[in-house]
């Protein structure tokens, strides 16, 4: 049975709120690191290892939390419950900046909420966008994504003046409270829907039972070598991108803008490369991503201090590597069978790209142990982001992937 135009357009309205929330919290603790820091004394490395905690949370939670959905399709409720968890998070971190002597331990707890919350909503938006528009999904997960991407570049300018302006506590009450608001609202627009259970019965009359994802193992197992790469390169840089931007221009401000003005540029980036993806194939826009991102940060990395030059090339990389969710889950839906999806995202997205992220905050913090500079660290990290190049040709193109389907 398929899904009316009012249907698919409350499926993205709903989703994309969600997507918004989300990633409004992509950069949260990139930016209390520079409070954390200045405030508390509280040192790069340690706060590094607490951003390794909270990513390790999300990634191994992403597999159990795909594999429930598969099984209930009950996204609604689990979309919805991600994004209230994210709102308490904020909350609790509010309290950790009211007293010094508690600030680590409620930070702490704080930090188990924040993995847990972001374990939730792109394995899901994914399979909902995926199970709605069909051939169209990676588009629509682009158009989607880039209002995660509007969430993830407003965070910075939004959250930075208003400790300013009200203090850290009330700053993160204020939008701790929006985010839990926003999760009741996306649960009762898609639970409207009254499809998902219907869905699930058509699936299982349809589908080969037999399917299971042991079958596309060799496959996810390249391309989640593949993300993890990628994302020790695009999440270990990120962490540390507030601190590093603020040794550059000395301006928590202009770090603000800096970051905002990049960000905003994955709005455009994500429906494009969602576009190419349905048209080409996930692993041409594999390839482009992977390589042109690691050279735009490199370019990046030579800007020095000049503004305009830190500006156009961080905005280049962010274009081409804050595509994740509409090239990799949507080059996912071309080569797993919609049954198991969730699961398949939740592998790729939750090891590949959470727990790769949380290994490469995990170098950064050991080399900034070791004394070396964060300037040194950072470039460290390109190296991880030329690595992750040499899986592209192992992974199978358009050609293969139509032929695997015809053989099926």
Known sequence: MGTSKAGRLKALVFTSLGHFTNDFTTLLFSILIIYYNKDFGLGLAFLGAVAIAYNIISGFLSTPIGRFADKTRQYPMLIAFGIIILGVSMVI??????????????????????????????????????EI???KSSLMMGINGSFGSIGRS??????????????????????G?????????????LASMKRWGKKLKETEKKSDPKISIGKYKPVLILLTLLVFVRAMFLIGT????????????GSEITVGYILTIS??????????????TDKYGGKLTIAITTVFSTLTFIAFMLSGSDVLFLIISYASFVFLAFTGFPVLLGYVNQIIPSKITTTAHGIVWGLGNTVGGATGIAVMSILILEKISLTETMWAMVLFGIASIFFIPFIPG??????NHKSQ
């Open 177 to 189: 409270i929006y985010a839990i608001f926003s999760g009741i609202i996306i649960f009762f627009g």
């Open 93 to 130: 971190f509010s309290f950790s900046f009211e007293s010094s002597r508690y600030t680590v331990p409620i930070m702490g707890f704080a930090v188990i909420f924040l993995g847990i919350g972001q374990a939730f909503y792109h394995p899901l938006g994914a399979s909902v966008l995926e």
């Open 238 to 249: 990120t962490t540390y991108i507030s601190e590093y931007l603020l040794t550059r221009v």
């Open 263 to 276: 960000f905003v540029t994955a709005i455009l980036g994500q429906p494009l490369f969602g576009r190419l």
């Open 154 to 175: 407003l965070l910075p300018i939004v959250l930075i003046p208003l400790i300013l302006v009200i203090g850290a506590p009330d700053a993160l009450a204020v939008l």
């Open 398 to 403: 358009r050609k293969r992937l139509l032929m």
């Open 133 to 135: 528009y069909s051939e």
